[in-house]
Structures are given as C-alpha cells and as structure tokens.
C-alpha cells in the first residue's frame, strides 16, 4: 500500500493547476448511458474513481476509452443492468447507473451501498423518487431491484438536499412520459453541470441554479461533447494549503464563483485573495484570524473542505468551531491531527480548534478522501517528518497531488510499504 513522506515546514510559492471535477464527471459518465453512441468528455482527470466507474459502465456495455484529458463513452450496445457489490463496495457513486438504466433498460439491479467512513449515507430518497417516476423497486439480498416498462412524470419533493437524489432523479426523469418537477432539489454546481450535459443531449430541463426543477420527458436523447468543470473541492484544498504558507500562490483554471463561501472565509482568517478570470492568488497573513464554519449544501461552506480548513484552523491564533450538518459523524481526522499536536477536541458534530504555534510531524492514517487530502497539508506545515498511510483514498480524487504540489514547493514522496 502506498504511503507518502512529507518532509514538513515548507513554504509553498507558484501557480497550480485544477482538474476537472471528479464529482460531475462521475454522474454524467452515468448519463452516457442515456443516448446510445459515442459521446466525448474533455478535461477528464486521472483519478480512480473515474477508472472504477469506467469498469462498471464496461460491464453493462458500454465501451471507454480514456487518452490524455478526453474520454468517450460509446453506449451503443448497453444491454446488463447489474451493478455488482464489488464495485458499488468500492465507491458509492456506483449508484449513478440506476436512474440512467432504468429510464434506458426499464430495469437496474444495483448493489445496496454500505455505509463509509464518513457516515452510515443512506439512498432512501434516490428509491423513493424511482417510486414515485412509477418504479417498483425492492431490496433484497442487498441488492436494490427496480422495474419500470415506462416511467412517468411527477412532482417531488425531497425531504433533505441530496446532490446525489437530485441527480439520480433527473437521469430517471429526462426520458419519463410528461413533465417531472422537482422541489428542494441540490443547487451545487456539480447537479448544474450535470442539467447542462443532459439538455446538450436534447432533455428538456429548466429551473437550473434553484431548489426548484422542471423536467419535460423526451423520447430520446443524442451523444454529446462536453468539456467538464474545473473541481472546486481541489480548487479549494489548494486555496487551503497556500494559506498554510507564507508565499504567493495562485490557484489556476478554476471556477471562483463556485468557491465564494471558502473565498469569504479565507479573506475573514486574514488571507489577501485576487480574483481574476479562472485564477486566483492567495497570500496568507503572518497569524490566521480563528473563523468558524458550519457546513451547509451548496452555497454553504462544503462538507468535503471541512477536513482542510480544520487544519488551517489549528494554526490560527485562537479558538474556531467547525460544525458538519451534512455528515456529523465526518472527524475520523481530528484524532490523526490530534497526534500532529492539534487541539482538537470534539462535542457531537461540532469541533472546538484550539489553535496552536506549530504542528509536529508524525505518522498518520487517511481515513477518506477528503480527510487525506487535510493530512497532506498538515504534513506540509508541521515541523519535521510526516508519513500519511492509506494514501489510495486521495488517489481516488486527486490527480497527481504530490505533483501538483511539489511543483510549489513541498516535499513529498511516494513510497509502497
Ligand atoms: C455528494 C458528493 C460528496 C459530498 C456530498 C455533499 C459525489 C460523488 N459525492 O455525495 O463528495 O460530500 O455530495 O455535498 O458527488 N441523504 C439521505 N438519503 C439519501 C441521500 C442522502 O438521507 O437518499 C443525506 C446524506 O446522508 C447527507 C445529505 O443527505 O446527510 C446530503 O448527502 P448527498 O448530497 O446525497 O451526498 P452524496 O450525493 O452522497
């Protein structure tokens, strides 16, 4: 298993460059499943959750090729509809396929996902809005079985904002019969790439950027070509891991209106932030001010750079509180932060940070992918040596992050232990 050895205490400087957002891509490799043909995606990272979805997608049929930053899928001869437990166990996104196979193969069998590190993650509203497009869905044996010769339209209204039931949904309802509305539907910017994709390939979906979705079914959709945008969860941790240095830094080919809240929040724990076009440059203050968080579904403060901004916050000159509402139980990190010498203690679902002079290097364990990604950049700000293990899960959303960020500066190896 591959760990890294960061030697600590250095000061990051240059520019870095975004991917493409692994958290769009995923569900619209998904939609290709929609229009039989080939159908192109440009800035595509190399990341292994996009290989393990490419895995699935092969065996229900389709075909993939992924060369440089272009990926295309050819769905022509999709015809299986089961997502094994193997791959669903390895990456919950898997459960992207049922809206699009339903609404294609009028059936999908998909492994019933466990829960994960950072939380018990439930899918009841993505099988209670197939119900309601008309489908017969049960579980049993752990897998989710659904059945629907032709889905219908209708209203829904999901009982908490979920990125992943909106999306899910509106992959079932593109193809439905009549109109579907959806209400309290996710505003991310990930479910309005996934509307643009979907409406490129002829859906007919209005109401992008609300709480509020109108679906009009169509008989068919077409294969499309599509660039994917920039990942503003790795756009923020290197936003993040600048403001742990004490050098410029500019953070290239991102979408800062999709950063204002950690934007806001930098420029409040004291960092000088300039927004030009797709980049931004970041200075960090001497001492960072304490600044609280409360994570919250998009435009709030996003759960997946909770983890990062808890380590900025252990530098800062006082006490911060972070508190998760999305995933309470996402702090499998402030124990391994703990041994890098943070003051972090924790009350339910809220975080107290003690801020501290300084971190000291040590070993530690990535629990998850965000979670990592925080433990590199504590690694990278704390004195001495620290050695991250398990580090498969940041390879599961960061392309190359010890590249990216040697480039700046930091010191990290990859070593198979
Ligand atoms: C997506 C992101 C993940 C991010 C999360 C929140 C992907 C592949 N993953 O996950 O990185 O942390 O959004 O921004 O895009 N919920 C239910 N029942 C459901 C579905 C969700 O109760 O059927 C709850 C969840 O437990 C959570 C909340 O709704 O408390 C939001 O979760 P959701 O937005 O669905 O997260 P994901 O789509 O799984």
Redesign the pocket.
């Known amino acids: 298993m591959d760990r890294f050895i960061i030697v600590g205490n250095r000061n990051l400087s240059g520019e870095i460059l975004v991917s493409g957002a692994k ?1 769009a891509i ?1 569900p619209i490799m998904a939609a290709c499943l929609l229009a039989p043909g080939k159908s192109v995606l440009k800035n595509v990272p190399n990341l292994i959750d996009l290989k393990t979805m490419s895995h699935l997608l092969r065996i229900i049929g389709a075909r993939i090729e992924h060369n440089g930053d272009t990926m295309t899928i050819d769905s022509t001869d999709v015809c299986y509809f089961e997502a094994p437990y193997e791959l669903v166990s390895k990456m ?2 898997s459960i992207y396929v049922l809206g699009p196979l339903l609404a294609r193969l009028g059936e999908a069998r998909v492994s019933f996902p466990g829960g994960c590190a950072i ?1 018990t ?6 099988l209670q809005a197939m119900e309601s497009l008309g489908a017969i869905v049960n579980v049993e044996h752990g897998y989710i079985n659904a059945q629907a010769s032709q889905l219908a339209g209708a209203e829904i209204h999901f009982a ?6 909106t999306i899910n949904t509106l992959m079932a309802a593109v193809l439905a019969k009549g109109v579907t509305i959806l209400n309290n539907a ?1 505003m ?1 910017p ?1 479910v309005d790439s996934v509307i643009d994709f979907l409406n490129k390939m002829g859906a007919r979906i209005s109401g992008k950027g609300t709480t509020s979705l109108r679906i009009e079914g169509v008989e068919h959709l077409f294969p499309v070509e599509m660039s994917m945008i920039p990942d503003r969860i790795e756009a923020g941790t290197f936003l993040i891991a600048a403001a742990l240095s004490h050098e410029p830094v500019t953070v290239t080919n991102c979408e800062p209106a999709h950063l204002t809240i950690l934007i806001d929040k930098l420029r409040e724990a004291g960092c000088q932030l300039d927004v030009y076009g797709s980049s931004i440059t970041i200075q960090a203050p001497e001492l960072l001010n304490p600044v609280n968080i409360i994570t919250l579904p998009y435009p709030g403060f ?3 750079l909770q983890a990062q901004f808890m380590v900025l916050m252990t530098l800062a000159k006082g006490v911060s509180l972070i508190e998760d509402t ?2 309470p139980d996402r702090y499998m990190h402030v124990a391994e932060l703990n041994r890098l010498q943070a003051n972090i203690s924790l009350n339910r679902n809220i975080a107290t940070v003690k801020g501290v002079p300084k971190l000291s290097g040590a070993e530690v364990m990535a629990t998850d992918l965000r979670a990592s990604a925080a433990l590199v950049l504590a690694g990278i700000a704390a004195e001495g040596q620290t050695i991250v293990s398990r580090i498969y899960h940041i390879d599961r959303g960061y392309d190359r992050i010890e590249t990216k960020l040697m480039k700046l500066g930091a010191k990290i190896s990859r070593e198979n232990a």
């Not at 993650?121 to 993505?126: A, E, K, N, S, T």
């Not at 908490?160 to 039931?165: H, Q």
């Open positions: 958290n995923l919950r996104a939380g993650r439930p899918v009841d509203l993505h908490i904002s979920s990125v992943g039931a996710a991310e990930e996003p759960t997946d999305i995933f």
